[in-house]
């Protein structure tokens, strides 16, 4: 036995035989020296011990709490609880909250039980940020709003649903069945400003109760402690509905500054089921557990330090944390149920230098060492591996510690079993698997001494790679020469990538030049292409062109020799047109030719004559004249008189009738021409005796612009 509990169990025996042997007779004045006697007799028995049995040998004391030792786990210090203000009000949340009380004011209810009214504008994408909104808006209502009155006009509401329901001959009241929010709007005051709050306040409720998060179940709970009555029952039906959902916030409430409030709180968590701690923590939501554990250190609840510190080891580190939250926020009341807790765990006490945090802290690592037992194992042979170099092995266990904690606290020293790996494969070529291991150890440790050998690692086998696909990027190799500049294979791959731009540079030009001159010669042949080329003539016209000029009576003989123009001999009439600019005389054969082609038509007698003439006009010598056809419109006036008639003499007329002159020339059937020109009657010189009749003189018949001689 040890020393110190020596002494305890003798003081202890020695009180005890003071009290029986007081309690065997009455007290008397002998009383106070048995008990005086008895605690002299226990003292000189603890002093007469050894004075080695005091004191404490060095071996055994304890480290402090900032010593580590090796093997061990650190000593973390106690998490804290978070602040349960709330945040400032956004302004999307605002104007959504105004945006769906407005709506709610404007709905119209004709019946406050049938038919139900659509109210989920109200509650759909309940968004947390509302919760703050809703805070801000209950604090301006309570300046103005008046209670007395909405209780009145909330009574009024209620009788008028009250009657609505036995009109319905629905059995039970107003307190268990029907919408309160639905009776105000069917009693329908919207000119009330008292109506409007009181409709926006249960809207508000609504709004909380669809959110559901125990920041909303709490401020659910303050709009009791404003509101009071007038919110009580309709607080208690959502209650009701969110179940385990407002355990959190009604804990909290227990210790609540208003006493009705803290009491009907209490009775809340009655009828839920949940009015002990062993009770509270009966949920199957793992984030409403967390709340709960929380909840009873706000108010540090003595009792659930039992229920909290079975969830101190909880493999779940949401409910992990939030237990020794919880234990944390306790503080000194929880000092005996830590010191029992430690020495179930261990065997031993705690020692009575520790204080409550110390024994709360040393629990908890003892809690993380037993759960991560293995982990620590699997650490220690890596660390052993990575000692002798055997890197695979090494890696190998870190990748097991990984898996089960991703966020080991010595996660640091694994990072050079990594890069001795990656260093191994790149040897072997394997340039994928040691990328892949590079940028792990760089992730575990990218901080330490190792972490620019490994970027520059990382640079120049991204960079290879994009060489290899055909994109090549410099600037990473020199990334990894700047990161590492003994490293040479950047250096050389560089180098490599410089000749082959060059190379592939002179081969582009001459790429573009190529393209170039051969997109100029295919423009070129597209011109060409769509160039206008000559129209094709018809091969009889052609043939025509082409003969001899003859007459009609005659063989064909050479073509005679243009003769000189004669003198233009001033007209008789003062009246006769001025003379135009001469166009260009047809030949006999396009005559010919054109007469052929056009064919018998309804015009064929009036054109005959003509046809006649211009036959026996064009084979003379004037045929080559312009001035034979030109001159100005014929008329009965003015007869037409030829300065030479010889070539009308030597040819062959025939003599057809003719048709009745007309007042106007007869109108052309043929298609239009431009370079149809009238004939002008031409005075006759001196010594011709040939006459001509106006009537019988006719235009010829004009070539087509493609026809003229000078267009052959």
């Known amino acids: 036995m040890a020393p110190r509990s020596r002494r305890i169990r003798l003081t202890q025996v020695a009180e005890a035989v003071a009290r029986r042997g007081a309690g065997c007779r009455p007290p008397s004045a002998h009383a106070g020296w048995l008990r005086a006697a008895a605690l002299a007799l226990a003292l000189s ?4 011990l050894p004075a080695r049995a005091w004191a404490q040998p060095a071996a055994s004391a304890r480290p402090e709490p900032s010593a580590t030792v090796p093997g061990e786990l650190p000593l973390a210090p106690l998490p804290k609880l978070a602040d349960v203000k709330l ?31 659509d109210l ?16 801000a808006r209950l604090e301006e209502m309570r300046a103005h709003f008046d209670g007395k009155k909405a209780v009145d006009l909330l009574r009024d509401a209620r009788d008028l649903g009250k009657k609505a329901l036995k009109k319905h001959k629905r059995k039970g009241s107003d307190e268990e069945e029907g919408d309160w929010l639905q009776f105000l709007l069917a009693l329908g005051k919207r000119n009330s400003e008292v109506w409007q709050g009181s409709v926006e306040l249960y809207g508000m409720l609504r709004v909380l109760e669809a959110v559901g998060t125990t920041a909303a179940a709490r401020l659910m709970i303050e709009t009791f402690s404003y509101f009071g009555e007038l919110v009580r029952i309709d607080l208690q039906r959502a209650f009701a509905r969110l179940k385990d959902r407002a355990v959190p ?85 929880a000092e005996w149920e830590l010191e029992s807790a430690y020495e179930s765990l261990t065997g031993q006490k705690a020692p009575k230098d520790w204080t409550w945090d110390r024994t ?90 190792e972490a620019p050998r490994a970027e520059a690692r990382i640079a120049f086998l991204e960079a290879k790679a994009l060489a290899e696909a055909g994109t090549p990027d410099i600037a990473l190799l020199r990334r990894a020469i700047e990161l590492d500049p003994d490293y040479a294979p950047p250096r050389a791959l560089l180098a490599s990538l410089d000749e082959k731009t060059v190379a592939r540079e002179a081969r582009s030009m001459r790429t573009v030049y190529a393209l170039g001159v051969g997109l100029t010669a295919l423009v070129a042949l597209v011109l060409l292409a769509r160039s206008p080329r000559p129209r094709r003539r018809d091969a009889a016209k052609t043939a025509a062109r082409e003969r ?50 056009r064919g018998p038509t309804e015009h ?68 239009p021409q431009a370079n149809l020109v009238p004939h002008r009657p031409r005075v006759a010189a001196e010594g011709e005796a040939a006459e001509l009749d106006t009537t019988t003189q006719t235009a010829p018949r004009p070539t087509p612009p493609d026809e003229s001689p000078s267009g052959a």
């Open 120 to 135: 989920g504008f109200l509650t759909a994408d309940p968004d947390p940020a509302l919760v703050s909104a809703i805070a």
């Open 604 to 671: 064929t007698a009036p054109w005959s004559g003509a046809s006649a003439f211009a036959e026996a006009a064009l084979s003379g010598p004037a045929a080559s004249r312009p001035e034979a056809i030109a001159g100005p419109e014929p008329s009965d006036a003015t007869p037409t008189v030829l300065r030479d008639p010889t070539p009308l003499a030597s040819a062959s007329v025939p003599t057809l009738p003719l048709p009745p002159v007309a007042a106007e020339p007869a109108p052309f059937s043929g298609p």
């Open 249 to 333: 916030a009604l804990i909290e409430a227990k210790q609540h500054d208003a006493k009705k409030v803290a009491r009907w709180a209490r009775q809340e968590l009655d009828a839920l089921g949940r009015a002990i701690p062993g009770e509270a923590v009966q949920t199957t939501d793992p984030e409403v557990l967390a709340d709960v554990l929380r909840a009873f250190g706000r108010v540090r609840d003595v009792e659930a330090l039992g229920p909290i510190l079975s969830f101190c080891n909880s493999e779940r580190i949401a409910l992990r944390q939030a237990a020794r939250e919880a234990v944390g926020a306790v503080g000194k009341p």
């Open 87 to 117: 945040p400032a009000a956004s302004p999307g949340a605002v104007q959504s909250l105004d945006a769906r009380l407005s709506q709610l004011v404007g709905t119209k209810a004709s019946d406050p039980v049938e038919p139900k009214l």
């Open 548 to 597: 001899p000029r003859e007459s009609p009576s005659e063989a064909p003989t050479d073509a005679p020799a243009p003769r000189a123009a004669p003198t233009r001999a001033p007209a008789t009439d003062a009246h006769a047109p001025a003379p135009g600019p001469a166009p260009v005389a047809p030949t006999l054969d396009m005559a010919r030719a054109r007469a052929a082609d």
């Open 45 to 48: 028995a603890g002093l007469a």
């Open 360 to 449: 709360a802290r040393e629990l908890f690592r003892l809690y993380d060492k037993s759960r991560l037992d293995h982990v620590y194992r699997l650490m220690d042979e890596g660390v052993a591996a990575q000692a002798r170099e055997s890197w695979a092995d090494a890696v190998a266990a870190f990748d097991k510690v990984l898996a089960f904690l991703p966020l080991f606290e010595r996660r640091t020293e694994m990072a050079p079993a990594y890069h001795g790996r990656a260093e191994q494969l790149l040897a072997e070529d394997k340039r994928s698997e040691a990328l892949e291991l590079y940028r792990k150890g760089l992730r575990l440790a990218p901080a330490g001494a």
